[in-house]
């Protein structure tokens, strides 16, 4: 995993390490997999897809809005440049 995440990630993962994951993480974490092991999360996905998709949109564009989102979009497009 760590060949594939950035060096900030990876350099984050190793000052915190598990100090993050608390009980209350752990649980999120098992009700995330329920709802993938009991398909709901998939049938919620197909519903959403087959409905053009406008909750996953309507977050598109509510991060589009984040300061670090435009500056990032700025920054892209001076690597691009090269």
């Known amino acids: ?3 594939v995440i950035s060096n900030t990630a990876e350099w984050g993962e190793y ?3 598990s100090t993050d994951i608390s009980a209350e993480t752990k649980a999120a974490m098992k ?3 329920k709802v993938i092991e009991d398909g709901s999360f ?3 996905w197909i519903a959403e897809f087959k409905n053009n998709r406008p909750n996953l ?3 598109h564009a509510a991060l ?3 300061s670090v989102e435009k500056i990032g979009k700025e920054i892209r497009v001076l690597f691009e440049r090269g």
């Open 42 to 44: 998939t049938d919620k």
């Open 31 to 33: 009700r995330a997999l």
């Open 57 to 59: 949109l309507a977050r």
């Open 1 to 3: 995993m760590n060949e």
């Open 15 to 17: 000052e915190t390490g």
């Open 64 to 66: 589009a809005d984040y």
